[in-house]
Nanobody
Framework: QVQLVESGGGLVQAGGSLRLSCAAS?????????MGWYRQAPGNERELVAT???????NYAGSVKGRFTISRDNAKNTVYLQMNSLKPEDTAVYYC???WGSGPGSWGQGTHVTVSS
């Protein structure tokens, strides 16, 4: 069973930056997994923010492209989300995900990001 532990959320003013981290453990195959960040705002469905494959290919939601950067450190089994130029509409609970291409994979417990205007 893979465990994901997220950190780095908090309260920030619009235009500010935050970096989220997600440390994975419990599998010998983490470095070949796809990892990503999703978010869910109150009253909304969970949506994709960014993903990165084991080979380093990245995918971003249009709403964050150019502002957010996803990266991973395979030596630490950790994925990061650098969030710049934050907007109030980025306010949500951010969840880390890991999967190997079949099924939903595993989810972290979520970390809150609040952007004040």
């Amino acid at each position: 069973q893979v465990q994901l532990v997220e950190s780095g959320g908090g309260l920030v003013q619009a235009g500010g930056s935050l970096r989220l981290s997600c440390a994975a453990s419990g599998s010998s195959f983490i470095r070949i997994a796809s990892m990503g960040w999703y978010r869910q705002a109150p009253g909304n469905e969970r949506e994709l923010v960014a993903t990165i494959t084991g080979g380093g290919s990245r995918n971003y939601a249009g709403s964050v492209k150019g502002r957010f950067t996803i990266s991973r450190d395979n030596a630490k089994n950790t994925v990061y989300l650098q969030m710049n130029s934050l907007k109030p509409e980025d306010t949500a609970v951010y969840y880390c995900n890991i999967n190997w291409g079949s099924g939903p994979g595993s989810w972290g417990q979520g970390t809150h990001v609040t952007v004040s205007s």
